[in-house]
Protein backbone atom coordinates (compact mmCIF):
# COMPACT_ATOMS: atom_id res chain seq x y z
CA UNK A 1 0.00 0.00 0.00
CA UNK A 2 1.01 3.33 -0.37
CA UNK A 3 2.35 6.21 -2.77
CA UNK A 4 -1.41 5.95 -5.09
CA UNK A 5 -2.33 9.20 -5.94
CA UNK A 6 -4.13 11.57 -2.89
CA UNK A 7 -7.66 12.09 -3.53
CA UNK A 8 -9.23 15.38 -4.25
CA UNK A 9 -12.80 14.99 -3.91
CA UNK A 10 -15.45 12.52 -2.69
CA UNK A 11 -16.10 9.73 -5.26
CA UNK A 12 -19.56 10.72 -6.82
CA UNK A 13 -22.29 8.24 -8.11
CA UNK A 14 -25.12 8.59 -9.49
CA UNK A 15 -26.30 5.60 -8.49
CA UNK A 16 -29.23 4.17 -6.02
CA UNK A 17 -27.47 2.76 -2.95
CA UNK A 18 -26.43 -1.38 -3.47
CA UNK A 19 -29.19 -2.10 -0.11
CA UNK A 20 -32.15 -1.43 -1.41
CA UNK A 21 -31.59 -3.91 -4.03
CA UNK A 22 -29.74 -6.59 -2.56
CA UNK A 23 -32.50 -6.55 0.58
CA UNK A 24 -34.97 -7.03 -2.00
CA UNK A 25 -33.30 -10.43 -4.20
CA UNK A 26 -32.21 -11.75 -0.98
CA UNK A 27 -36.01 -11.88 0.80
CA UNK A 28 -37.41 -13.04 -2.22
CA UNK A 29 -35.15 -15.86 -2.93
CA UNK A 30 -34.96 -16.47 1.20
CA UNK A 31 -37.91 -15.27 2.52
CA UNK A 32 -37.52 -16.94 6.00
CA UNK A 33 -34.67 -14.34 6.58
CA UNK A 34 -37.97 -12.40 7.32
CA UNK A 35 -38.17 -14.43 10.96
CA UNK A 36 -34.39 -13.15 11.96
CA UNK A 37 -36.60 -9.25 11.99
CA UNK A 38 -37.14 -8.48 15.82
CA UNK A 39 -36.05 -7.95 19.04
CA UNK A 40 -32.99 -9.84 20.73
CA UNK A 41 -34.48 -10.86 24.28
CA UNK A 42 -30.78 -11.10 26.09
CA UNK A 43 -29.98 -7.33 24.55
CA UNK A 44 -30.98 -5.60 27.55
CA UNK A 45 -29.78 -8.07 30.13
CA UNK A 46 -26.19 -7.84 28.03
CA UNK A 47 -26.64 -3.54 28.30
CA UNK A 48 -27.73 -3.58 31.73
CA UNK A 49 -24.89 -5.64 33.00
CA UNK A 50 -22.44 -3.03 31.06
CA UNK A 51 -24.24 -0.16 32.51
CA UNK A 52 -23.42 -1.39 36.49
CA UNK A 53 -19.96 -2.61 35.58
CA UNK A 54 -18.96 0.89 34.52
CA UNK A 55 -21.09 2.45 37.66
CA UNK A 56 -19.08 -0.23 39.84
CA UNK A 57 -15.70 0.62 38.29
CA UNK A 58 -16.68 4.28 38.93
CA UNK A 59 -16.60 3.72 42.36
CA UNK A 60 -13.28 1.32 42.43
CA UNK A 61 -11.37 4.44 40.73
CA UNK A 62 -12.45 7.03 42.94
CA UNK A 63 -8.65 7.03 44.68
CA UNK A 64 -6.90 5.89 41.67
CA UNK A 65 -3.82 8.48 40.67
CA UNK A 66 -4.39 10.44 37.94
CA UNK A 67 -2.41 8.30 35.50
CA UNK A 68 -4.41 5.17 36.42
CA UNK A 69 -7.44 6.51 35.88
CA UNK A 70 -6.14 7.37 32.30
CA UNK A 71 -5.19 3.78 32.26
CA UNK A 72 -8.40 2.44 33.23
CA UNK A 73 -10.19 4.46 31.27
CA UNK A 74 -8.25 3.94 28.13
CA UNK A 75 -7.48 -0.16 28.55
CA UNK A 76 -11.14 -0.96 29.81
CA UNK A 77 -14.20 1.66 30.76
CA UNK A 78 -13.55 3.48 27.17
CA UNK A 79 -13.73 -0.53 25.48
CA UNK A 80 -17.26 -1.00 27.70
CA UNK A 81 -18.34 2.89 26.69
CA UNK A 82 -17.65 1.85 22.94
CA UNK A 83 -19.36 -1.18 23.13
CA UNK A 84 -22.36 0.60 24.56
CA UNK A 85 -22.56 3.00 21.79
CA UNK A 86 -22.47 0.43 19.38
CA UNK A 87 -25.64 -1.57 21.68
CA UNK A 88 -27.83 2.28 21.43
CA UNK A 89 -26.80 1.80 17.70
CA UNK A 90 -28.67 -1.55 17.42
CA UNK A 91 -31.02 0.09 20.00
CA UNK A 92 -32.17 3.07 17.58
CA UNK A 93 -33.37 0.50 15.33
CA UNK A 94 -35.26 -1.20 17.78
CA UNK A 95 -33.94 -4.48 18.38
CA UNK A 96 -34.13 -4.27 22.66
CA UNK A 97 -38.25 -3.89 23.07
CA UNK A 98 -39.36 -3.76 19.28
CA UNK A 99 -41.13 -1.74 16.83
CA UNK A 100 -44.02 -1.92 19.19
CA UNK A 101 -42.59 -0.08 21.64
CA UNK A 102 -40.29 2.30 20.38
CA UNK A 103 -40.34 4.43 23.02
CA UNK A 104 -39.24 2.05 25.40
CA UNK A 105 -36.10 1.41 23.04
CA UNK A 106 -35.54 5.30 22.84
CA UNK A 107 -35.49 5.25 26.81
CA UNK A 108 -33.53 2.35 27.21
CA UNK A 109 -30.92 3.89 25.16
CA UNK A 110 -30.93 6.69 27.43
CA UNK A 111 -29.98 4.11 30.05
CA UNK A 112 -27.30 2.64 28.15
CA UNK A 113 -25.72 6.29 27.65
CA UNK A 114 -25.24 6.89 31.37
CA UNK A 115 -21.71 5.59 31.67
CA UNK A 116 -20.71 7.57 28.19
CA UNK A 117 -20.56 10.80 30.31
CA UNK A 118 -22.21 12.96 27.35
CA UNK A 119 -25.78 12.74 26.23
CA UNK A 120 -26.23 11.82 22.50
CA UNK A 121 -28.61 8.97 22.22
CA UNK A 122 -31.48 10.62 21.10
CA UNK A 123 -29.56 12.51 18.51
CA UNK A 124 -28.15 9.90 17.27
CA UNK A 125 -31.33 8.00 16.37
CA UNK A 126 -33.08 11.50 14.93
CA UNK A 127 -29.50 11.34 12.60
CA UNK A 128 -28.97 7.50 11.93
CA UNK A 129 -32.30 7.29 10.34
CA UNK A 130 -30.83 9.90 7.46
CA UNK A 131 -27.24 7.52 7.20
CA UNK A 132 -29.70 4.55 6.42
CA UNK A 133 -32.17 6.06 4.32
CA UNK A 134 -30.06 8.53 2.25
CA UNK A 135 -26.48 6.75 2.32
CA UNK A 136 -23.54 9.03 0.88
CA UNK A 137 -26.47 11.67 0.75
CA UNK A 138 -24.93 15.02 -0.18
CA UNK A 139 -25.82 17.07 2.97
CA UNK A 140 -27.83 14.64 4.19
CA UNK A 141 -26.12 11.71 5.76
CA UNK A 142 -23.60 13.50 8.81
CA UNK A 143 -21.66 10.24 8.70
CA UNK A 144 -19.48 11.59 5.86
CA UNK A 145 -17.04 13.90 6.77
CA UNK A 146 -16.92 18.00 5.15
CA UNK A 147 -14.94 19.21 2.56
CA UNK A 148 -12.59 20.44 4.82
CA UNK A 149 -12.08 17.15 6.87
CA UNK A 150 -11.39 15.60 3.25
CA UNK A 151 -8.87 19.11 2.03
CA UNK A 152 -6.83 19.59 5.86
CA UNK A 153 -6.61 15.36 6.72
CA UNK A 154 -4.54 14.20 3.89
CA UNK A 155 -1.00 13.63 5.59
CA UNK A 156 0.07 10.63 7.50
CA UNK A 157 0.37 12.77 10.72
CA UNK A 158 -3.04 14.91 9.58
CA UNK A 159 -5.13 11.89 9.30
CA UNK A 160 -3.38 10.38 12.56
CA UNK A 161 -4.67 13.44 14.13
CA UNK A 162 -8.31 13.19 13.04
CA UNK A 163 -8.72 9.73 14.33
CA UNK A 164 -7.51 11.33 17.76
CA UNK A 165 -10.41 13.74 17.16
CA UNK A 166 -12.80 11.39 15.49
CA UNK A 167 -15.46 11.81 18.70
CA UNK A 168 -15.46 15.55 18.18
CA UNK A 169 -15.88 15.17 14.28
CA UNK A 170 -18.89 12.94 14.99
CA UNK A 171 -20.75 14.91 17.53
CA UNK A 172 -20.41 18.39 16.03
CA UNK A 173 -20.48 17.86 12.38
CA UNK A 174 -24.73 16.85 12.34
CA UNK A 175 -24.54 20.59 13.70
CA UNK A 176 -23.06 22.26 11.00
CA UNK A 177 -23.67 19.60 8.01
CA UNK A 178 -27.38 19.10 8.82
CA UNK A 179 -28.62 20.96 11.89
CA UNK A 180 -32.26 19.75 13.08
CA UNK A 181 -34.22 21.03 15.98
CA UNK A 182 -33.56 19.69 19.00
CA UNK A 183 -36.39 17.19 20.69
CA UNK A 184 -38.29 16.84 23.83
CA UNK A 185 -36.02 13.40 23.68
CA UNK A 186 -32.78 15.10 23.73
CA UNK A 187 -33.89 17.48 26.12
CA UNK A 188 -34.49 14.69 28.40
CA UNK A 189 -31.11 12.25 27.52
CA UNK A 190 -29.32 15.68 28.74
CA UNK A 191 -31.46 15.74 31.77
CA UNK A 192 -30.89 12.48 33.13
CA UNK A 193 -27.28 11.90 32.01
CA UNK A 194 -26.57 15.20 34.01
CA UNK A 195 -28.28 14.69 36.75
CA UNK A 196 -26.10 10.99 37.14
CA UNK A 197 -22.91 12.77 36.13
CA UNK A 198 -23.95 15.03 39.10
CA UNK A 199 -24.98 12.13 41.67
CA UNK A 200 -21.64 10.09 40.72
CA UNK A 201 -19.85 13.42 41.37
CA UNK A 202 -21.31 14.15 44.46
CA UNK A 203 -20.84 10.37 45.91
CA UNK A 204 -16.72 9.82 44.66
CA UNK A 205 -15.66 13.45 43.41
CA UNK A 206 -14.02 14.26 40.03
CA UNK A 207 -11.68 11.32 38.93
CA UNK A 208 -14.92 8.78 38.19
CA UNK A 209 -16.51 11.42 36.05
CA UNK A 210 -13.08 11.95 33.90
CA UNK A 211 -13.12 8.39 33.82
CA UNK A 212 -16.25 8.15 32.18
CA UNK A 213 -15.78 11.02 29.41
CA UNK A 214 -12.08 10.19 28.80
CA UNK A 215 -13.10 6.74 28.43
CA UNK A 216 -14.81 7.90 25.73
CA UNK A 217 -13.34 9.88 24.10
CA UNK A 218 -10.20 8.19 24.09
CA UNK A 219 -11.84 4.87 22.69
CA UNK A 220 -13.95 6.50 20.12
CA UNK A 221 -10.83 8.17 18.85
CA UNK A 222 -7.54 6.37 18.01
CA UNK A 223 -8.30 2.51 19.42
CA UNK A 224 -8.86 -0.43 17.53
CA UNK A 225 -12.14 -0.83 18.35
CA UNK A 226 -12.65 2.57 16.51
CA UNK A 227 -11.48 0.66 12.93
CA UNK A 228 -15.16 0.53 12.57
CA UNK A 229 -15.90 3.65 11.92
CA UNK A 230 -13.00 3.47 8.85
CA UNK A 231 -13.56 -0.32 8.03
CA UNK A 232 -17.71 0.69 7.37
CA UNK A 233 -18.00 2.80 4.34
CA UNK A 234 -14.84 4.26 3.32
CA UNK A 235 -13.66 3.12 -0.36
CA UNK A 236 -10.75 0.97 0.11
CA UNK A 237 -11.91 -0.63 -3.44
CA UNK A 238 -13.55 1.75 -6.28
CA UNK A 239 -16.97 0.32 -6.53
CA UNK A 240 -17.58 -0.67 -2.78
CA UNK A 241 -19.11 2.05 -0.47
CA UNK A 242 -19.75 -0.20 2.48
CA UNK A 243 -17.62 -3.24 3.76
CA UNK A 244 -18.31 -6.07 6.46
CA UNK A 245 -15.93 -7.47 9.31
CA UNK A 246 -16.07 -10.72 9.93
CA UNK A 247 -12.94 -10.50 13.12
CA UNK A 248 -13.08 -11.51 16.81
CA UNK A 249 -14.02 -7.57 17.76
CA UNK A 250 -17.60 -8.10 16.85
CA UNK A 251 -17.79 -10.32 19.89
CA UNK A 252 -17.11 -6.54 21.90
CA UNK A 253 -18.98 -4.93 19.25
CA UNK A 254 -22.62 -6.36 18.82
CA UNK A 255 -21.64 -7.39 15.03
CA UNK A 256 -21.38 -4.00 13.74
CA UNK A 257 -18.58 -5.68 11.81
CA UNK A 258 -21.39 -7.23 9.76
CA UNK A 259 -22.30 -3.86 8.31
CA UNK A 260 -23.38 -5.08 4.55
CA UNK A 261 -25.72 -7.68 6.18
CA UNK A 262 -26.97 -4.56 8.32
CA UNK A 263 -27.21 -2.10 5.70
CA UNK A 264 -29.08 -5.03 3.90
CA UNK A 265 -31.09 -5.70 7.05
CA UNK A 266 -31.15 -2.90 9.61
CA UNK A 267 -34.29 -4.27 11.79
CA UNK A 268 -32.30 -7.46 12.14
CA UNK A 269 -30.44 -7.38 15.35
CA UNK A 270 -26.26 -8.00 15.26
CA UNK A 271 -26.97 -10.90 17.26
CA UNK A 272 -28.66 -12.77 14.19
CA UNK A 273 -26.45 -10.50 11.58
CA UNK A 274 -24.01 -13.64 11.09
CA UNK A 275 -27.10 -16.19 10.03
CA UNK A 276 -28.05 -13.86 7.05
CA UNK A 277 -24.30 -14.27 5.89
CA UNK A 278 -24.58 -18.18 6.19
CA UNK A 279 -28.38 -17.99 4.67
CA UNK A 280 -27.52 -16.03 1.63
CA UNK A 281 -23.67 -16.90 1.23
CA UNK A 282 -23.75 -16.05 -2.18
CA UNK A 283 -24.39 -12.82 -1.75
CA UNK A 284 -22.00 -12.13 0.68
CA UNK A 285 -18.86 -13.81 -0.26
CA UNK A 286 -17.60 -12.61 -3.52
CA UNK A 287 -17.69 -8.86 -1.87
CA UNK A 288 -14.29 -7.25 -0.36
CA UNK A 289 -14.64 -7.27 3.45
CA UNK A 290 -11.81 -6.34 5.76
CA UNK A 291 -10.16 -9.14 7.99
CA UNK A 292 -8.37 -6.39 10.65
CA UNK A 293 -10.08 -3.00 12.03
CA UNK A 294 -6.21 -2.33 13.21
CA UNK A 295 -5.03 -3.31 9.40
CA UNK A 296 -7.56 -0.64 8.79
CA UNK A 297 -6.45 2.29 10.67
CA UNK A 298 -2.98 1.61 9.23
CA UNK A 299 -3.88 1.63 5.63
CA UNK A 300 -5.73 4.91 6.73
CA UNK A 301 -2.99 7.03 8.01
CA UNK A 302 -0.28 5.48 5.41
CA UNK A 303 -2.05 4.74 2.67
CA UNK A 304 -2.07 8.14 0.02
CA UNK A 305 -5.00 7.35 -1.85
CA UNK A 306 -7.75 6.87 1.35
CA UNK A 307 -8.40 9.86 3.31
CA UNK A 308 -12.09 11.46 4.51
CA UNK A 309 -12.43 11.86 0.95
CA UNK A 310 -12.74 8.12 0.49
CA UNK A 311 -16.33 8.20 0.52
CA UNK A 312 -19.27 7.42 -1.94
CA UNK A 313 -21.62 11.01 -2.03
CA UNK A 314 -24.22 10.83 -3.98
CA UNK A 315 -27.42 13.82 -4.52
CA UNK A 316 -30.58 12.10 -2.75
CA UNK A 317 -34.17 13.36 -3.20
CA UNK A 318 -35.67 14.12 0.72
CA UNK A 319 -38.58 11.58 1.10
CA UNK A 320 -41.81 12.64 2.24
CA UNK A 321 -42.48 11.92 5.87
CA UNK A 322 -45.58 10.33 6.85
Not at 96 to 120: D, E, S, T
Not at 177 to 199: G, Y
Not at 217 to 226: F, Q
Request: charged share 20%; hydrophobic share 40%.
Amino acid sequence: MGNRVAREDFEWVYTEQPHTQRRKEILAKYPEIKTLMGPDPHLKWIVSGMVFTQFLACYLVKNLSWKWIFFWAYAFGGCINHSLTLAIHDISHNVAFGNKQAKWNRWFAIFANLPVGIPYSASFKKYHIDHHRYLGGDSLDVDIPTDFEGWFFCTPLRKLLWLFLQPFFYSLRPLYVNPKAITRMEIFNAIVQFSVDLTIYYLWGLKPIIYLIAGTILCMGLHPISGHFIAEHYMFLKGYETYSYYGPLNWLTFNVGYHMEHHDFPSIPGCKLPMVKKIAAEYYDNLPYHQSWIRVLWDFVFDDSISPYSRVKRKCKLAKEN
